[in-house]
């Protein structure tokens, strides 16, 4: 099916662990994103990839690191993980940077840090 | 600080009936206005699109409606079946001059519920 595809759907982990969520997509996007959904249901922007450039960086802490090995694949790395961490994670696609084009969202990963 | 503000923050309708959320943004410039709907457990999935020229956009029983001049936006839910009970997330689009691109700013959704 092409969708956006995120792994794992679930991490639970301790706090000062170093975790990883993969992101895939299949639509021929050239455009990736990481949103942090918090308690509220607000959605920030993380990341934002073009062509394997890093276009937004929004405040992030450096514990947290995009890794984009091609156009298909966006992966989010945290290093020494806190526990405001704990959040759902989407990962996002679209094309031409997009404009007026719509996004495509994961179905989330929801990270709680104990 | 651009923001973008929906109401009501919850809603409670019955099954059939039609109901309208509201959305009002202070982003600027703007470059679209988008409606999303999320359920739970799921990532957004778009409803409508519409740029600052367009005044209304359908998607069956979907209907928004864009105000560029004071800023609102509303989306009106025809027919309201169970299945509607979702989050609706109102987003606007502003050009992000540095590197290209746009930045979307989410609104924090108002949360429907359709009942029997």
């Known amino acids: 099916d092409t969708a956006v595809s995120q792994t794992p759907k679930y991490l639970v982990t301790q706090m000062g662990n170093d975790k990883s969520i993969k992101c895939e997509q299949n639509l021929g996007h050239d455009t990736m994103y990481w949103y942090k959904q918090d308690s509220k249901k607000f959605l920030k922007i993380m990341f934002s990839y073009n062509n394997k450039e890093l276009i937004i960086n929004e405040t992030v802490p450096n514990r947290f690191s995009p890794k984009s090995p091609d156009k298909a694949h966006l992966n989010l790395h945290i290093n020494s993980l806190e526990l405001g961490d704990s959040a759902v994670y989407f990962c996002?696609?679209?094309?031409?940077?997009?404009?007026?084009?719509?996004?495509?969202f994961g179905s989330g990963t929801r990270l709680t840090v104990v | 600080k651009n923001q973008v503000e929906q109401s009501p923050q919850s809603l409670i309708i019955l099954e059939g009936k039609n109901c309208t959320l509201q959305?009002?943004?202070?982003?600027?410039?703007?470059?679209?206005l988008r409606w999303y709907k999320q359920d739970t457990g799921r990532g957004p999935v778009s409803l409508t699109i519409m740029t600052f020229s367009e005044n209304t956009k359908s998607n069956g029983r979907y209907t928004a409606t864009l105000d560029a001049d004071t800023k609102q936006s509303s989306l009106h839910i025809t027919a309201s079946q169970l299945s509607d009970s979702a989050s609706y997330i109102c987003?606007?689009?502003?050009?992000?001059?540095?590197?290209?691109?746009?930045?979307?700013?989410f609104g924090t959704g108002t949360q429907l519920k359709v009942e029997l």
């Open positions: 996002a696609s679209s094309n031409d940077r997009e404009r007026n084009y719509g996004y495509t």
């Open positions: 987003v606007v689009s502003a050009p992000y001059f540095t590197g290209g691109g746009n930045k979307l700013t």
């Open positions: 959305c009002n943004y202070t982003v600027s410039p703007f470059s679209n």
